[in-house]
């Protein structure tokens, strides 16, 4: 009997030297305060109950867990300990969505960013206007705080790499999860890609902990809905 011919693997994005410094990265800002005290209003300061909800969010907590190699999608030989805001490194790739993101599935997370701050209030704001197309209510106000970052690395770049134009489909993210899970499992730095909701913008999912270097706090904005799906924005 002949065996079948393994299919073909798929042609790859080229690797690009990346040497990119205050990438941005826009968080909820809540997140971006002392991480661990958030729990600490809620305890009245009651050290007793304070150590109660420091368990029961330890028990939850996917970064702790991930930070402890008790996450099926990343070890923690892979994250990063003792350097400055460590934590919301982490965070990135143990908090993933249960759908995933453009470039990762729901089991493993990766560090998105965007080459300046409007393209990643412009990536913000869509998403934040899809979750509130399907409530059918614009209204709401969030602050966002920008964490800056450095890369110095080399990325597969999709930056008019035609076979992966699939990847860019602004309504779904088979191809580019599909994509990703290829590049991941061959040891992958990460991806260059241009932004879907600012075409002349450009993003980096980079899918390792140890490349997001020197990460510290940038500007803060404020993001408005005022029963329109475009948000105005004002620095805070």
Not at 67 to 73: A, F, T
Not at 200 to 208: K, M, P
């Amino acid at each position: 009997m002949k065996l079948l011919d393994k299919p073909a693997s798929r042609a790859l994005p080229p690797v690009t030297p990346l040497r990119q410094f205050d990438t941005c990265r826009l968080i909820p800002s809540r997140f971006a305060e002392a991480e661990d005290s958030v729990l600490a209003p809620l305890a009245g300061g009651d050290d007793g109950v304070l150590r109660d909800l420091f368990d029961l969010d330890n028990a939850t907590n996917d970064r702790l867990r991930g930070e402890s190699g008790l996450l099926p999608g990343i070890g923690m030989d892979e994250l990063v300990f003792g350097v400055p805001n460590f934590r919301m490194i982490n965070a990135a790739y143990t908090y993933a969505r249960p759908e995933g993101s453009r470039f990762n599935d729901g089991a493993r997370g990766a560090w998105y960013c965007a080459f300046d701050a409007a393209t990643a209030l412009a990536e913000i704001g869509f998403h934040k206007a899809v979750e509130y197309q399907e409530i059918g209510r614009f209204e709401d106000s969030v602050s966002y705080q920008c964490l800056l970052a450095d890369f110095t690395a080399g990325f597969h770049d999709l930056r008019g790499f035609a076979p992966a134009r699939a990847c860019l489909d602004p309504r779904s993210y088979v191809a580019s999860q599909g994509l990703a899970a290829e590049l991941l499992e061959a040891g992958s730095m990460g991806v260059i890609y241009p932004s879907v909701r600012r075409p002349e913008g450009t993003n980096l999912a980079c899918f390792r902990p140890a490349l997001v270097g020197n990460v510290r706090k940038g500007p803060a904005y404020r993001l408005t809905w005022a029963g329109s799906p475009i948000p105005g924005i004002e620095p805070i």
